[in-house]
Nanobody, 120 residues
């Protein structure tokens, strides 16, 4: 399984970006897909996750600003990021779980990161 993330870039505070994660296989075969991020000097954290059945979970810091969605026909998962803040600056990684059992489980697959930089 390969996950290819793209869409990062440099944006000003308050701006928007949409990240995309294209999977090499059928995303319906995954129990869940999501996005995590890692800022310099910090641990990687979950940003958003969506199960096969459509349940979603967001980090408190992004609730109301970020939205995770998917396009089954394109085997792609998106992360729409609005009202971006400098503290959102990080490398963002998409990920997938073969079987979803609970929030917080370690993903089985990771894509390469895409850098998001929010200038103040």
């Amino acid at each position: 399984v390969q996950l290819q993330a793209c869409g990062g870039g440099l944006v000003q505070t308050g701006g928007s970006l949409r990240l995309s994660c294209a999977a090499s296989g059928n995303i319906n075969s995954f129990g869940a897909m999501g996005w995590s991020r890692q800022a310099p000097g910090k641990q990687r954290e979950l940003v958003a996750s969506r199960t096969y059945l459509g349940s979603t979970k967001y980090a408190d810091s992004v609730k109301g600003r970020f939205t995770i969605s998917r396009d089954n026909a394109k085997n792609t998962v998106y992360l729409q990021m609005n009202s971006l803040k400098p503290e959102d600056t990080a490398v963002y990684y998409c990920n997938a779980e073969r079987i979803w059992t609970a929030w917080g489980n370690q993903p089985d697959y990771w894509g390469q990161g895409t850098q998001v930089t929010v200038s103040s």
